[in-house]
């Protein structure tokens, strides 16, 4: 499985950005597929997942109302709307997939694809 980000970059406080994950690969491995985030100086931390089926989702509890994972199935993408971005969202964005859905809550996703750099800044 390979899943390749995009989207990210500088952008000033309030305004609204749209990440993109491309999978590819062997589809029947996975069942889902999620956003990370990883900050300057911290640890890597859930977003929002969707089942690959786009029949779920699910979002951290800092994500609520303020973003929104959806599935393209044209591209065979995942996006990630990310709207009022303040500067302490600023971090290398990751997108990774998995087998099982639920397993953001107790670790990482399997496979995952290269970040990229989100950075909120007036």
């Known amino acids: 499985v390979q899943l390749q980000a995009s989207g990210g970059g500088l952008v000033h406080p309030g305004v609204s950005l749209r990440l993109s994950c491309v999978v590819s690969?062997?589809?029947?491995?996975?069942?889902?597929v999620g956003w990370w985030r990883q900050a300057p100086g911290k640890e890597r931390e859930f977003v929002a997942a969707?089942?690959?089926?786009?029949?779920?989702?699910h979002y951290a509890d800092s994500a609520q109302g303020r973003v929104i994972i959806s599935k393209d199935d044209r591209r065979n993408a995942v996006d990630l709307q990310m709207n009022g971005l303040q500067p302490e969202d600023t971090a290398v964005y990751y997108c990774?997939?998995?087998?099982?859905?639920?397993?953001?809550?107790?670790?990482?996703?399997?496979?995952w694809g290269q970040g990229t750099l989100v950075t909120v800044s007036s």
């Open positions: 990774a997939a998995d087998p099982d859905f639920g397993a953001f809550r107790f670790r990482l996703y399997k496979y």
């Open positions: 690969g062997d589809f029947d491995a996975i069942i889902a």
């Open positions: 969707i089942r690959w089926s786009g029949t779920a989702s």
